[in-house]
């Protein structure tokens, strides 16, 4: 076994790493661009760092904190710039916002010696003039007030009560139909009006804003507003995850056209005040025409921290349709007959079935060199062919006929196992624990074997039909091998297709790849600084997936010590990242209470999907691609269908976080796993 | 420590949202890095600050616990956020299950705290004989607090004593008493000195070198510092004693009454806690049917005797109000003697017990049965079994000896024989001529138990005929309260205690092994000989010790013996 992955003949996707991130250019430019460019682009503490890293390089000077470059960016993330012109449009957007943010990356290039990228910058801007002017007024004061400028205002702290009031007023006496759909503008404006008493030091009056109206709030936000409670100073307010949230982008709300104007002409009767600006600036409408939505239709999509996602973003066209398989059907008819001849007729013409539905052209399938696959090796047929065979034999499992189950206990793993996963036929099963082991059992009466010397796999017969028996150390042959290699927690485990190739993550930022054959690492990709919540294997091998404490997705290929892609948009953790059967997409998972699809070809976010009211443990696609499932703490399943982002069931009989979904081959069944207190 | 414990409590009597840190922690913080008198304004803001970054490090903390599928919060998911956020976690605070707080309040001051224990480092040396009074050296316990100790466990918690008597204190006595009674697991670990020593006189006190063997008891009797191997010498003559007793070993029997005796007569030591004991062994070499292989021919008399003072002895040093020891001996004693069948050997030892108690309890208990002993005596002397006749002539003379005192305070002068005769039947004459005698010889003592303590040991010892016919009966090796065996019944949760020497070169060296059933022997290092762990009550346990303590236990130590 070679220490890399057989999938030579692939080119990578591109040559330069990472190529894309959501349609930026990639990191490793030159540093005045990187800068610009991240400057537009939201929080995510890895881009920061790498940014850090290359002002280093600069001058060599370390800039002082990684987290103020990180708040640099209060522009909605990934959304398709079209897009965002035309919500600006709406919700009346100063120009001058974009204007803060540069001149922040003034002030940081300024502060860090940085002149050649400023200038440049300067440059490119073209309105420095007004940069130069305008700095005056923003002062040299600490970077927090530049950054959270906006939220400085002189007005008086005792109307916000009294406008806040006034408003939850407006939303009760507002019609029936129009009533729900306004009322999604309350937290936000909640919380920003807490934020700005906060900011402008009425430390008082804001705790006494929090106490009076955060009974009011929906109770999927009370978690949020606990932890904005902590917030009760100015200082507190930099650094501070959900404040960069908060502060970091804008609210969605999604409404009818009527119910804006119906707000609008609220917000123009109250004349002015803190409320009003905080809808100008802070919330952004996305407007529909048609009939206003009941209560509960808001509420189940309503709960992540970006608000709802906007309709737009989800009108991208995506392949969810499943690849064409290769052909296959010689294999298997050469195999069939070669092991039960003369067998009934009958069965045959069973067996044709699923090729000829995979022959077919589906309009929703990706062309198969939308993205650059590995290319099948014959093992890989085989395989397949086996599994296809194995499908033929299969019966079709319905609510009166389900399937048994075979659990596992794991003794005495005294609450420090973390991670556990089945390979895909069942044979293998790795686990990793909070004390850094990875261990894979064998839970056939196959024993586990290394590879032979190289001295010794020299003198095998390569000709020999059992050279794959034969290149295997008998001695070696054990129920259970253990893995050393992490310095933290192991959080996720995932098998490579052909079961040789295991990756691991864990808490100390490292993903690992490891030999099955062998049984060493092969490879540790270090691109995550924080800890890597989860990894998964590409169905096809070679790519696969990881999301961190960093707030990104990254996508890798085996033979790249660096990630292809890089998906940052996420507000907070991405607890799971999961591949959809194509291989075109990528769904993630985060704390932020939303799931994102990322088309792998471009890095794009193509789908937002909220509904959840707590973080997202588990996402899994239904085998035929079109269905999403996802679940987490919030004791809840939905399903979405991707085709067009909506939800389409919400299964809500669990009582506890749910840890794992697994939908059955042919897709009828769907099973959920939640946590037990034992 | 101090942090974390008081937000922990505040937080489980607060609503979440006023969960602050308290003022009083930032203050003692300050005072334990030399910031005197914080003022509350200061406090108020360092607690803010703290409180808002604890909190959002347990933010961070949760996900850790969420991502290790767990639902309760571990330190260790603590250090874990405090390391993404680049900050050195503290090291050293594990915790499994819950962290130990310790609360503490005084001086209007109410402190959490992780207790460090002590380690106790046992350092306990002997130089010819006399324990040396140096630092490693836990002073001995005086007497007095031994007995406070015993009779009032909860008093010494009040008392203020040397902190390192109380910790000697906790260790010896209120460990075994306190945790024996949550958990059945308790390990007692003596120095390796100590296991010499315990060694060495064990066996001088049951070997055949009668020098050695005064030695030993004169160590027993005289020493001080003791206290430590106290329970293990009394499980050494109970184990003992129920053995020969059953083996009908008179001469081991006596050598183990005679250490009982040693230990009574240390003045050091207090040994009310023991008594459970000492008391059945004694009282088993008193009214025993039979403690010798001959009844007829050996002096198990003296034994009686002895042991019979022994118990006086022993009601006289520990009786109390409480354990009410005199009443319940006199009981034992006084129902062996009502008893309709009782043997000869038996009532003999009863009368000899409860003579031995005082005047007081003879009169009240033995003057009654006067009678009815006299018409047995009788009876007895004319059948035909000789040890019949021994026995009767010994509980005659016995009578004579102890109710003739009594009787010359009880009755006026005229002492007429036929008064007596009636009154006592076929004793009577006897008895009339030993008052008569007891009045001529006016500064003759009562049988007194003074004189029973001056009674020199070897006045009783066998005759040299036995000391040479012991050996042969028993190799010297005795299992103890080997299941269903040797005492018939398997105590469970009892200590082992083993003793070994070396087999083959010193075969005259007896070598007692006791072991008793659900408990492992393990031998913890080279130099240490064994240490005594009892273990659950595990039925497998069980089986395996039947089958192997001779291997682990004998072969082990004797490595230990060998360096030492």
């Known amino acids: ?678 | 420590m101090i942090l974390d414990s008081t937000l922990l409590c505040k937080m489980t009597t607060d609503t979440p949202s006023t969960v602050y840190f308290p003022l009083e922690s930032v203050k003692i913080i300050g005072e334990s890095i030399g910031i005197q008198s914080v003022s509350d304004e200061v406090a108020k803001e360092v607690s803010e600050d703290i409180t808002f970054r604890l909190k959002n490090i347990l933010q961070d903390a949760t996900k850790f616990m969420n991502h290790g599928k767990r639902k309760k919060l571990s330190v260790l998911d603590f250090d874990q956020a405090l390391q993404i956020k680049n900050i050195e976690p503290l090291y050293g605070i594990t915790s499994k299950e819950h962290i130990p707080f310790r609360f503490a309040s005084g001086g209007g001051r109410e402190l959490h705290f992780i207790e460090d224990k002590e380690i106790e480092i046992a350092h306990w040396l002997a130089i010819e004989g006399v324990q040396p009074s140096i630092p490693e050296n836990p002073p001995p316990i005086s007497k007095n607090l031994q007995k406070k100790e015993s009779v009032d466990p909860a008093a010494k918690l009040s008392t203020q004593i040397d902190k390192r008597d109380e910790k000697h204190i906790h260790g010896r006595g209120m460990k075994s008493i306190e945790t024996v009674k949550v958990k059945q697991l308790a390990t007692h670990e003596l120095s390796a000195e100590q296991q010499l020593y315990y060694k060495e006189i064990t066996e001088a006190c049951v070997g055949s070198d009668e020098p050695k063997r005064g030695e030993a008891l004169h160590s027993l009797a005289f020493d001080p510092g003791l206290h430590q191997m106290v329970p293990r010498l009394c499980t050494f003559i109970a184990e003992g004693v129920r053995v020969n007793v059953v083996q009908k070993n008179l001469a081991l029997l006596i050598y183990l009454m005679r250490m009982a005796k040693a230990l009574l007569d240390n003045q050091t030591l207090y040994l009310e806690k023991y008594l459970h004991e000492i008391v059945p062994s004694v009282m088993s070499c008193i009214v025993s049917r039979q403690l010798c292989l001959k009844p007829d021919m050996d002096n198990h008399w003296a034994l009686r005797d002895f042991a019979a003072r022994l118990i006086s002895q022993i009601c006289k040093n520990y009786n109390t109000t409480t354990n009410c020891l005199q009443t319940r001996i006199t009981r034992v004693f006084s129902r062996c003697l009502n008893a309709d069948k009782t043997h000869l050997s038996s009532m003999y030892g009863a009368i000899a017990g409860l003579s031995e108690l005082g005047p007081e309890v003879s009169k009240a208990l033995v003057l009654p049965k006067l009678r009815s002993l006299s018409e047995k005596i009788e009876q007895c002397l004319e059948s035909t079994s000789t040890f019949e006749k021994n026995a009767v002539s010994h509980i005659k003379g016995l009578l004579l000896k102890n109710v003739a005192p009594i009787l010359k305070l009880l009755r006026n002068p005229p002492d007429l024989v036929q008064d007596y005769k009636n009154e006592y039947g076929y004793l009577g004459s006897h008895l009339q001529i030993a008052v008569v005698k007891a009045r001529q010889a006016t500064s003759s003592t009562t049988t007194s138990i003074s004189s029973a303590a001056s009674a020199p040991l070897k006045a009783i010892a066998p005759p040299t005929r036995i000391i040479q016919h012991a050996p042969s009966v028993s190799q010297r090796t005795f299992v103890v309260n080997k299941p269903a065996a040797a005492a018939g019944q398997a105590q469970l949760g009892q200590k082992v205690i083993i003793m070994t020497s070396k087999p083959a070169s010193n075969q005259s060296s007896p070598s007692v092994v006791s072991t008793s059933s659900p408990l492992t022997v393990s031998v913890a290092q080279a130099t240490q000989k064994y240490v005594v762990v009892s273990a659950p009550n595990q039925p497998q346990i069980k089986q395996e010790i039947k089958e192997e303590p001779m291997d682990t236990s004998m072969m082990s130590p004797q490595q230990g013996l060998d360096i030492l």
């Open chain 1, 1 to 678: 076994m070679s220490d890399t992955p057989t999938y030579a003949s692939l080119t990578p996707l591109a040559p330069a790493i990472p190529t894309i991130i959501n349609g930026l250019s990639g990191v490793d430019m030159q540093p005045s661009q990187t800068v610009s460019h991240h400057a537009v682009m939201n929080n995510s503490e890895q881009v920061v760092n790498q940014v850090s890293m290359v002002n280093n390089g600069a001058n060599g000077q370390c800039p002082s904190t990684a987290m103020s470059l990180t708040v640099l960016s209060p522009a909605a993330p990934a959304t398709p710039s079209s897009l965002t012109s035309e919500v600006k449009s709406e919700s009346a957007e100063p120009p001058s916002f974009e204007r803060s943010n540069l001149i922040a990356v003034l002030q940081f290039l300024k502060k860090n010696n940085l002149k050649g990228t400023e200038d440049l910058l300067r440059r490119e801007s073209g309105f420095f003039d007004e940069i130069e002017d305008s700095k005056s007024g923003y002062g040299l004061e600490s970077e927090t007030s530049t950054i959270f400028s906006t939220y400085k205002n002189e007005g008086d702290p005792t109307e916000y009560e009294e406008t806040y009031l006034n408003l939850l007023n407006f939303i009760e006496r507002s019609l029936d139909s129009y009533k729900h759909e306004v009322s999604q503008v309350l937290y936000p404006v909640f919380v920003h009006m807490y934020l700005e008493l906060v900011y402008n030091g009425h430390e008082n009056m804001a705790i006494a804003f929090l106490e009076r109206f955060s009974p009011q709030q929906e109770d999927y936000y009370q978690e949020d507003i606990l932890s904005l409670s902590l917030v009760t100073t100015r200082d507190h307010m930099s650094g501070y995850q959900i404040m960069d949230n908060f502060r970091g982008s804008q609210f969605n709300v999604r409404i009818t056209r009527e119910g804006h104007a119906h707000l609008k002409r609220y917000l123009s009767e109250a004349g002015g005040g803190p409320v009003q600006r905080i809808i100008q600036n802070r919330l952004c409408f996305d407007i529909y025409d048609g009939v206003p939505r009941t209560r509960s239709q808001i509420v189940s999509t309503a709960g992540a921290l970006e608000g709802e996602a906007s309709r737009q973003v989800n009108k991208t066209k995506i392949f969810y349709g499943l690849l064409k398989e290769p052909e296959l059907q010689n294999l298997i008819i050469e195999e069939d007959e070669g092991e039960e001849e003369g067998d009934k007729p009958k069965k045959k013409k069973h067996k044709k079935d699923p090729l000829q539905k995979s022959k077919k052209n589906d309009p929703n399938a990706p062309p198969n060199n939308r993205i650059p696959l590995p290319e099948l090796r014959d093992i890989d047929k085989l395989e397949k062919a086996k599994a296809i065979r194995d499908a033929m034999k299969r019966v079709t499992l319905s609510k009166d006929n389900l399937p048994s189950i075979c659990f596992y206990t794991f003794l005495n793993s005294n609450a420090s196992l973390t991670s556990v996963e089945f390979s895909d036929d069942s044979s293998l099963l790795a686990f990793g624990t909070s004390d850094s082991f990875v261990c894979i059992q064998s839970i056939t009466p196959a024993k586990l074997k290394a590879l032979k010397s190289v001295e010794q796999l020299n003198d095998i017969d390569k000709d020999a039909d059992d050279v794959l028996v034969r290149m295997m150390d008998e001695r070696s042959a054990e129920q259970t091998k253990q893995l050393l290699g992490h310095s933290g927690p192991v959080y996720s485990c995932s098998f490579s297709p052909d079961r040789t190739l295991l990756l691991t993550a864990g808490k100390d930022g490292t993903i690992r790849l490891w030999s099955l054959q062998t049984w060493t690492c092969l490879v540790v990709y270090k691109g995550h600084i924080f800890p890597v919540w989860d990894v998964k294997f590409c169905q096809l091998g070679y790519y696969f997936a990881s999301g961190s404490h960093d707030r990104t997705a990254r996508l890798w290929a085996t033979d790249h010590h660096q990630p292809l892609r890089i998906f940052s948009g996420h507000f907070s953790d991405v607890d799971v990242v999961q591949f959809h059967p194509n291989c075109n997409y990528i769904a993630s998972g985060s704390s932020d209470r939303s799931i994102r699809l990322w088309d792998i070809q471009n890095g794009n976010c193509v789908r937002i999907l909220t509904g959840h009211k707590g973080l997202i443990n588990v996402l899994i696609f239904s085998p035929c691609g079109r269905y999403l499932s996802s679940a987490g703490s919030d004791h809840r399943v939905l399903v979405w269908d991707l085709s067009n982002g909506s939800l389409v069931a919400e299964l809500i009989s669990h009582t506890n976080s749910i840890y794992c979904l697994s939908f059955s081959r042919d897709g009828n069944l769907l099973v959920s796993v939640v946590w037990i207190n034992v």
